[in-house]
T-cell receptor
Framework: DAGITQSPRHKVTETGTPVTLRCHQTENHRYMYWYRQDPGHGLRLIHYSYGVKDTDKGEVSDGYSVSRSKTEDFLLTLESATSSQTSVYFC???????????????FGPGTRLLVL | KNQVEQSPQSLIILEGKNCTLQCNYTVSPFSNLRWYKQDTGRGPVSLTIMTFSENTKSNGRYTATLDADTKQSSLHITASQLSDSASYICVVSADKAGTASKLTFGTGTRLQVTL
């Protein structure tokens, strides 16, 4: 998985509790992304980062926040988890901007989150 | 609205046979198109990336084609193997500078290769 780890790999939590997912890379890539994957939907971008402390929203950012204090770590926080946030979350990295021809993305193994 | 549609949704083939997966898109303006393979329980892995000027690209037994005029792409798998069982995701990038949020993902074709 191209030097990308995600933790935890599985999590069960209750509605209303905060949850933080961690993505760690050893590739020194500039760009990092958080996606969610749900049945019947393609991967959807939650937030992304284009450098340390530089982040921006994706198409499904409501209810999520992110932080990147180091090149290698990108954290996704659900401030108050809801059942609609039950999903599989993938982190991805790329050297170049993800949408550009050179922006091949490498995905982590995913975190399966269940919100009861 | 940018959209990527893949067909079929699922497919079962015998080992050793060939198959072709389809991707139609309405993303505009077009930048590039990618195919990913996603094994069950794992993250997607890139197979090919094609720009507007490329109409065929191969990666081993995988050959992707692109017709930018009709906005269609296909992924052809030759001499399928059991390890080809996975979901195949088509992703299209819009040519919009300065943002990573212009990748549109299809919902994938789930391929099962059987004995």
């Amino acid at each position: 998985d191209a030097g990308i780890t995600q933790s935890p790999r599985h999590k069960v939590t209750e509605t209303g509790t905060p949850v933080t997912l961690r993505c760690h890379q050893t590739e020194n890539h500039r760009y990092m992304y958080w996606y969610r994957q749900d049945p019947g939907h393609g991967l959807r971008l939650i937030h992304y980062s284009y450098g340390v402390k530089d982040t921006d929203k994706g198409e499904v950012s409501d209810g999520y926040s992110v932080s990147r204090s180091k090149t290698e770590d990108f954290l996704l926080t659900l401030e108050s988890a809801t059942s609609s946030q039950t999903s599989v979350y993938f982190c991805a990295i790329s050297e170049s901007m993800g949408a550009s021809p050179g922006g091949a993305q490498y995905f982590g193994p995913g975190t399966r989150l269940l919100v009861l | 609205k940018n959209q990527v549609e893949q067909s079929p949704q699922s497919l079962i083939i015998l080992e050793g046979k060939n198959c072709t997966l389809q991707c139609n898109y309405t993303v505009s303006p077009f930048s590039n198109l990618r195919w990913y393979k996603q094994d069950t329980g794992r993250g997607p892995v890139s197979l090919t990336i094609m720009t507007f000027s490329e109409n065929t690209k191969s990666n081993g037994r995988y050959t992707a084609t692109l017709d930018a005029d009709t906005k269609q792409s296909s992924l052809h798998i030759t001499a399928s193997q059991l390890s080809d069982s996975a979901s195949y995701i088509c992703v299209v990038s819009a040519d919009k500078a300065g943002t990573a949020s212009k990748l549109t993902f299809g919902t994938g074709t789930r391929l099962q290769v059987t004995l």
